[in-house]
């Protein structure tokens, strides 16, 4: 079956970090560039980021710029995205998906960032 | 905030045709693709037109995608009571280099 399924979120104080990671089966995922997006409680969608398929090249919003980093691993079809620096309005479900423009959706991860 | 503007909120009776517009600028919908989403009350988006006005695998021919210079639209027809959900466009933007969502337009089915 084709999926992705994120896992990595949850609770994080501010200033703290978190890797979200995000698994890819049932199609050639190194074929693939890759994206992440996010939606805080009751808003509508964010796009953050997204990475070439080699991997060479990555792409951030101004939001996350220098706070976020996406990579992959085409040899476990995983994609993956260390957060750092989270502040309260970084909280939202986090989405990866497949090429940018999301052909291919997770479920979503939720991350709170809250003391 | 977001750049590419949406009605946010439109609705229909059923067996109606109701469109949702999608606004944008050159270095976006004036340049590249239109891409539309469709989301369910709790669940995850789903790819229902890309390229302005393809459908994946599943969708029925009710859903279409056009588009005129900045804008884009996305027409419902013989609209059912499951399509009441929330509709996002997106497309890719040269000058930030990024994606843009829309800010969604919540369709209520009367």
């Known amino acids: 079956e084709v999926q992705l399924l994120e896992s990595g979120g949850g609770l994080v104080q501010p200033g703290g970090s978190l890797r979200l990671s995000c698994a890819a089966s049932?199609?050639?995922?190194?074929?693939?560039?890759m994206s992440w997006a996010r939606q805080a409680p009751g808003k509508g969608l964010e796009w953050v980021s997204a990475?070439?398929?080699?991997?060479?090249?990555?792409y951030y919003a101004e939001s996350v710029k220098g706070r976020f980093t996406i990579s992959r691993d085409n040899s476990k079809n995983t994609l993956h995205l260390q957060m750092n620096s989270l502040r309260a309005e970084d909280t939202a479900v986090y989405y990866c998906?497949?090429?940018?423009?999301?052909?291919?959706w997770g479920r979503g991860t939720l991350v709170t960032v809250s003391s | 905030q977001s750049v590419l503007t949406q009605p946010p909120s439109a609705s229909g009776t059923p067996g109606q045709r109701v469109t949702i517009s999608c606004s944008g600028s050159?270095?976006?919908?004036?340049?590249?693709?239109v891409n539309w989403y469709l989301q369910l009350p709790g669940m995850a988006p789903k790819l229902l037109i890309y390229?302005?006005?393809q459908r994946p695998p599943g969708v029925p021919d009710r859903f279409s995608g056009s588009n005129s210079g900045t804008s884009a639209s996305l027409a419902i027809s013989g609209l059912q009571s499951e399509d009441e959900a929330d509709y996002f466009c997106?497309?890719?933007?040269?000058?930030?280099?990024?994606?843009?969502f829309g800010g969604g337009t919540k369709l209520t089915v009367l």
């Open positions: 049932g199609f050639t995922f190194s074929s693939y560039a």
């Open positions: 990475i070439y398929s080699s991997g060479n090249s990555t």
């Open positions: 997106a497309a890719w933007d040269d000058s930030l280099n990024g994606v843009l």
């Open positions: 050159r270095s976006n919908i004036g340049s590249n693709t």
């Open positions: 390229s302005y006005n």
């Open positions: 998906g497949r090429a940018w423009y999301f052909d291919l």
